[in-house]
């Protein structure tokens, strides 16, 4: 049982605390309810960029790195679709550095143009590498666009290349003020420390920080998918490449559980059946993976494999296909569904183990609703039966919303 206390200063930051005495660290994670969803369509890849400007300073601070290391601490960020989460760990004794730095900059960075023009710098050379000049890199940009038509999920959290070149420096400080506040922010600290503590020190650095007015819109839903689509390209890549993707139900919905289990079954491990059947059986994959996006709105679960040389394409799917297929009509025997379970189980305890990976789950459960999720999630998968894994399957996994990318190698033998 992880226990939390909570509160929520008058300027609407929510602050989480679970005090931990087993370590002499704490960690502190500020989740901003910002991300590549809020953008504007015509002006993608913001809240993955101010993520990277968080770290150029302030006019109080103007190194944020080598003030936290000089208290013995580190710190990371990452942005997705949803959120933009911010989180460091620091000994115990100097937890009050992490609020001050934290602090200064929710209220203000210290953002010039030429610090502006290297960060865009480094966004596009990010872009580059991982999209462009990596193999199959492209995949992402390709798939999102065709699966989603008007829901904001169908731009990658990066942004697009020629968005990220015309960004303004008007364009950051108007983003700032529209997400970057007290209201809009989840706080969470675990280690060993005090809740009352932490509420004092919350008090103290943010309490002062006046509300701003977040800009809020209402996300364009994205329509039912009534017909299966498909795109085909051709990349100077080793081998030819598959990719699925079914749009699914949100993070939040209860099916989601269940969903998470069906894509153990095909691909945890190498037990998993898209591994075992298709990788090392009939050897039509080289490598083969399912995944779901758990994004806050209806995400997408995805297949993706790489195909042997001389395999076909249509032996290829077949071979998936018949898989999905026997889920549906067939119950998972109970020692699969079983050893699927406790793998979940043993993730979720050992993602927990250190007082980071604490910080961080607390802060995705507070994102869901309630950071004492925690607490209730093994034995929500626990409840789950092969029944329903059929029936999902059966509710998601259908030809006409399936999004197929067949990504050819220019250099392998085709069939």
């Excluded at 969803?37 to 990277?52: I, K, M, Q, S, V």
């Excluded at 008007?150 to 700032?176: A, C, M, N, Q, S």
């Excluded at 099916?255 to 190498?270: Q, V, Y």
């Excluded at 995400?299 to 999905?324: D, M, P």
Aim: some cysteine; overall charge negative; glycine content about 6%.
């Amino acid at each position: 049982m992880i226990e939390i206390k909570r509160c929520c200063l008058n300027n609407g930051l929510r602050v989480i605390v679970h005090e931990d005495s087993s370590t002499p660290l704490a960690a502190v994670s500020l989740v901003y309810m910002v991300g590549s969803r809020n953008e504007d369509p015509e002006l993608t890849g913001l809240a993955h960029l101010f993520e990277h400007l968080m770290f150029r300073g302030s006019e109080s601070v103007p190194d944020f790195d080598d003030q936290l290391q000089l208290a013995g601490g580190e710190n990371n960020a990452f942005t997705n679709s949803d959120i933009t989460n911010y989180y460091l760990t620091i000994p115990a004794v100097n937890i009050e550095t992490a609020f001050w730095l934290e602090s200064d900059r929710m209220k203000g960075l210290n953002i010039t143009e030429e610090s502006l023009s290297n960060q865009k710098m480094v966004v596009l050379e990010e872009y580059r590498q991982a999209y462009l000049n990596q193999p199959y890199g492209d995949a992402t940009l390709l798939i999102r666009p065709l699966a989603y038509k008007i829901h904001p999920y169908r731009w990658p959290t990066i942004g697009k290349e020629e968005h990220i070149k015309k960004v303004t420096l008007g364009d950051i400080k108007e983003f700032f003020h529209s997400y970057y506040a007290p209201n809009n922010c989840i706080m969470v600290v675990a280690g060993n420390v005090s809740a009352d503590d932490v509420f004092r020190l919350a008090e103290k650095w943010f309490g002062k920080i006046k509300m701003r007015k977040v800009h809020t819109e209402t996300l364009p839903e994205e329509p039912p998918q009534k017909s299966a689509r498909k795109l085909t390209v051709k990349r100077n890549v080793p081998a030819n490449a598959l990719y699925k993707a079914w749009h699914v139900c949100c993070r939040r919905d209860p099916s989601f559980i269940t969903l998470d289990l069906l894509t153990d079954i095909l691909a945890a491990g190498e037990s998993g059946r898209l591994q075992r059947i298709l990788v090392r059986e009939k050897k039509l994959f080289s490598s083969i993976n399912a995944y779901l996006t758990g994004d806050l709105d209806p995400g997408l679960l995805i297949i993706q494999g790489r195909l042997n040389n001389g395999v076909s394409y249509e032996k290829a799917e077949n071979g998936l296909n018949k898989i999905i297929e026997e889920i549906k009509s067939t119950p998972v025997p109970d020692e699969e569904m079983e050893k699927v379970k406790n793998r979940f189980e043993a993730e979720h305890i050992m993602d927990r183990v250190n007082i980071l990976g604490k910080v961080l789950s607390l802060s995705q459960y507070e994102v869901l609703g309630d950071a004492s999720l925690i607490n209730s999630e093994i034995e929500l998968y626990r409840n789950v039966t092969a029944g329903m894994v059929s029936e999902a399957a059966g509710n998601y996994l259908k030809k006409t919303s399936c999004n197929t990318l067949y990504y050819i190698s220019t250099a392998a033998k085709q069939l």
